[in-house]
């Protein structure tokens, strides 16, 4: 069970941050996640790999926003990332700011490293959400409209999901580069 909710959390972090471990093919082996943020960047060539050969879906509570576009994660003292999703299948990963994006998640590595590091990383990433120290933008006046009316949905599930973390990072979300 506990597996199931980090891979649950990885597929909706994917989903924000552009990788995606969760297939709804049978043949794909299990995808062992990344527990850093500096693991998470060594290993874009192997998850690529996986992105081809799996076709991973984006979760279907998020494919009404995520159908088709970049979503850039801006990893505000890291290199950033962006995952390229095309008819609500993950296409691919990507190191680096992209020149256009839907959607922008913006944190820290050190909230990263915490939310990797968590048995429930859903839980966590709920808890750094709400407490700002990762943040949820959109880009153009369409994602904007779109996510302003999911967000209050977002935060409830979020609120329900969230467990207690240890806030060891400094700052919030906006860490510099």
């Known amino acids: 069970m506990k597996n199931m909710k980090r891979l649950i959390f990885i597929a909706f972090l994917v989903s924000l941050l552009g990788i995606s471990f969760v297939s709804a093919q049978t043949d794909c082996a299990a995808f062992q996640q990344p527990k ?15 992105i081809d050969d799996c076709s991973p879906p984006v979760p279907d509570q998020l494919k009404k926003v995520l159908k088709n576009g970049v979503f850039f ?21 990507s190191v680096g700011t992209p020149s256009t994006y839907a959607y922008k998640l913006t944190m820290t590595t050190c909230t990263l490293d915490n939310i990797l590091a968590k048995e429930n990383s859903v839980g966590a990433f709920a808890a ?3 407490s700002g120290k990762a943040q949820l933008g959109a880009k153009g006046f369409f994602n904007r409209v779109k996510l302003f009316i999911l967000k209050p949905f977002l935060n409830f599930g979020l609120r ?13 979300a906006s860490g510099q580069k």
């Open 36 to 50: 850093t943020t500096t693991e998470l960047f060594l290993r874009v060539n192997e998850i690529n790999t996986y």
């Open 73 to 93: 994660a801006d990893i505000t003292d890291n290199d950033d990332l962006s995952v390229t999703i095309s008819n609500g299948i993950i296409t691919d990963l």
């Open 128 to 130: 750094y959400y709400l």
């Open 160 to 172: 329900k999901a969230q467990i207690p973390v240890e806030d060891t990072c400094v700052g919030g």
